[in-house]
């Protein structure tokens, strides 16, 4: 195999990469006892008045000594900080190293199992080929019958159900046309009727008219008489004025009012008494003449009211009557088209049930229909199966080599993150400081 040729190399190769990452150490590394250091107090006793000395008598080897000092300890500073700094670059190099691998094994995991589970299935398709083939071969014959049976019965619904759509539709023309006449006789009789109300209205209409024309009539008859009557009073009263005069002259002889011109007066008097009375008569008679042509007229105007209102009974009930009858064979109409409508619907449901019956036996059909050809095809095709077995091989043995690859891989992160812990603790802490200090330094330069 590819993978397995190649496994002792990737080992190697991740070894050396292990090595090339573990910081080297050796006895040259380690620092040197100083002379000092190794002498112990007492030597250091000794040499501190004598250097004390040569410091007094040479200030300036003093100060070239402060900057030598400080000048090794900045440069062991910048060694820490990039001993710190490649220790933290070594690290998330063997992670992501790490993490690659992990992730190519869980790649031909993948693809291992969907290899493995298409594997297990044409071998289990070829076990059981002649069961599977009489199986599904009686399942489809089954399922093609019910399908049949179901486009034959949903044929000879569709067939009825438009006899019946027809059918619906003559019944529907016939009685159009039978009913037709009621309809207009119905129509005609309503109009009728209106016609007549209006008639009957018309006719109250003046039956009131002439009521006020007959009682205007009276009204005005009996304030003419009542005024000539009161002018034959007025007469009768001024007559008999004029006769008690008359008679006091009489039995008065020395009067000097004459006679004659007192009995001419109530001559003239009398005269107008007469025609005063004659006018009543004539006034009487003649408001009496208006008020009887009035209530003729009223009379008239309700004989007239009362044959309208024969009339708009007549109409209104003839109206009734043609209506009721048409509404009656409206009714049976509607009820036997509701009958027809009603067996069309129940037709057309069953075409929706037959219909669903259809599709599943259609469905069962293709089911069947895919689980032989499926089983056809992996039986026919034995070197498909042999080549996918060998991949499922190759790939139990790729991902054995890739387990043992991203093992040494996560040991080696572990070992260097193990070897280089004091190395990135000081970097980072060095990295601390230096922000800590510049805060500080724009704390102090910054005005608040």
Do not use: C
Request: charged share 30%.
């Amino acid at each position: 195999m590819a993978e397995d040729t190649q496994a002792p190399d990737n080992d190697t190769r991740a070894r050396s990469g292990l090595r090339s990452k573990l910081p080297k150490v050796s006895i040259a590394d380690e620092p040197s006892p100083t002379p000092s250091a190794a002498s112990g107090p007492a030597a250091s006793a000794q040499g501190a008045e004598p250097a004390a000395d040569a410091a007094d008598a040479n200030p300036k080897g003093t100060g070239a000594a402060f900057l030598d000092a400080s000048s090794k300890a900045a440069g062991s500073a910048k060694d820490r900080l990039k001993s710190g700094l490649a220790a933290m670059r070594q690290v998330h190099a063997a992670s992501k190293e790490h993490s690659t691998a992990r992730d190519h094994m869980a790649s031909i995991q993948q693809d291992l199992a969907a290899d493995q589970a298409e594997l297990d299935h044409r071998n289990d398709i070829e076990a059981h080929f002649d069961a599977i083939v009489q199986e599904q071969s009686a399942e489809l014959a089954d399922a093609t019958k019910d399908h049949d049976a179901a486009q034959a019965e949903i044929d000879a619904l569709d067939a009825k159900h438009e006899e019946l759509a027809r059918q619906l539709e003559q019944l529907k023309a016939d009685h159009e046309q039978e009913l037709r006449p009621y309809k207009n006789l119905a129509e005609s009789t309503r109009s009728r009727a209106d016609d007549a109300s209006k008639s009957l209205a018309d006719a109250k209409r003046a039956v009131r008219n002439a009521e006020a024309q007959v009682q205007d009539a009276s009204n005005r008859r009996d304030a003419r008489v009542a005024t000539a009557t009161r002018a034959v009073d007025n007469a009768q009263v001024r007559l008999a004025k004029l006769q008690d005069e008359l008679a006091a002259l009489k039995r008065d002889p020395s009067s000097s009012k004459p006679v004659s011109e007192l009995n001419s007066t109530v001559a003239a008097e009398m005269a107008h008494l007469k025609t005063a009375r004659d006018e009543v008569t004539s006034i009487t008679a003649e408001a009496q003449r208006t008020v009887d042509n009035a209530q003729t007229h009223l009379w008239t105007q309700k004989q007239s009211l009362e044959s309208a209102q024969k009339a708009a009974d007549a109409a209104r009930q003839e109206a009734n009557q043609r209506k009721a009858e048409y509404d009656k064979l409206l009714q049976d109409a509607e009820t036997e088209e509701a009958t027809l409508d009603n067996e069309a619907v129940t037709k057309e449901m069953r075409i929706r049930e037959v219909t669903k019956d259809l599709k599943a036996a259609q469905d069962r059909i293709d089911t069947a229909q895919a689980l032989l050809d499926e089983a056809n095809d992996i039986h026919s095709t034995p070197e498909s199966t042999r080549d996918l077995a060998e991949r499922v091989s190759d790939e139990k043995a790729a991902l054995e080599v890739q387990q043992r690859q991203v093992d040494l891989l996560a040991q080696n992160e572990q070992t260097l993150r193990e070897h280089t812990r004091q190395e990135r603790a000081v970097f980072i802490a060095i990295v601390v400081a230096v922000a800590l200090i510049v805060l500080l330094v724009l704390w102090l330069v910054i005005p608040h």
